[in-house]
């Protein structure tokens, strides 16, 4: 199945959190949109490998995507090593998408700074055609995609540009309560984390509001580019 673009995270609930209303909006446009998760979740003190499992199935229908890996790595160790990387290109030879998200590089969990350095060097790595993969006994071709953007998770950054995601906003929100083990229960005996907390989903909504009224717009969803980003005309980015 070729994708036009791959959103890779490293737990369950980080696209979700990150940038889902951006997927929902792009899989509204006819986009082909697919989710990686690089570990299933399995630290997460709430919940458990296999509720989060059923979770993230849940959230990917919400969203209308056309398709949700887990890759299986260890959670709590994504380890940026040749074996690893060699994974990731696989998904990204067998997807063959125009565009990647994955994380910003600044974090504060090490997991989702280690999966900004794996993805980075899988999306180089993946053009090199004397680096050579199967997938299930069939060697692959080799694959870059054109562009890569950076989602925001805990810590900000200056963006270099925030899509509109109003007229989606609230399949967003529908697909993070999907996640029902790790945020707000108040009838959940499990220990209570900082997603847990009654605020916590509300301070994502926040942010996005924020982000949304610096274009002018109810929401927003930030992104960072690395490489300047061209345009045709200066009427495509006026809204």
């Known amino acids: 199945m070729k994708l036009d673009i791959l959103a890779i995270g490293a737990h369950p609930d980080d696209i979700e959190l990150s940038c889902a209303a951006t997927v929902s909006k792009l899989v509204r446009q006819g986009k082909n949109v697919g989710i990686l ?51 990731v290109i696989q998904m990204i030879r067998l997807f063959q998408p125009a565009v990647l998200l994955f994380p910003h590089w600044l974090e504060r969990h090490p997991d989702h700074e280690h999966a900004h350095q794996l993805c ?32 925001m998770q805990k810590y900000e950054f200056q963006p270099s540009f925030i899509v509109d995601v109003s007229d989606v906003y609230e399949t967003k929100k529908e697909s993070l309560l999907a996640f029902r083990s790790q945020f707000y229960d108040p009838k959940s005996k499990e220990r209570e984390t900082i997603l847990s907390s009654r605020i916590f989903l509300e301070s994502v909504y926040a942010r996005d509001r924020h982000f949304g ?12 580019s690395l490489e300047p980003l061209g345009l045709n005309s200066f009427f495509e980015i006026l809204m």
Do not use: C, M
């Open 213 to 224: 009224s610096l274009i002018n717009v109810e929401y927003g969803e930030p992104f960072y």
């Open 37 to 87: 998760d690089l570990t299933e979740g399995e630290l997460g003190t709430r919940g458990s490998r296999s509720i989060r499992k059923k979770e993230a199935d849940a959230a990917a229908k919400i969203l209308g995507i056309q398709t949700r890996v887990s890759l299986g790595l260890s959670d709590g160790n994504i380890e940026v090593s040749q074996s690893n990387v060699t994974k």
């Open 120 to 151: 980075r060097e899988a999306w180089f790595y993946s053009g090199l055609e004397k680096i050579r993969t199967k997938y299930r006994g069939k060697l692959q071709d080799p694959h870059r995609p054109k562009k890569y953007f950076h989602f």
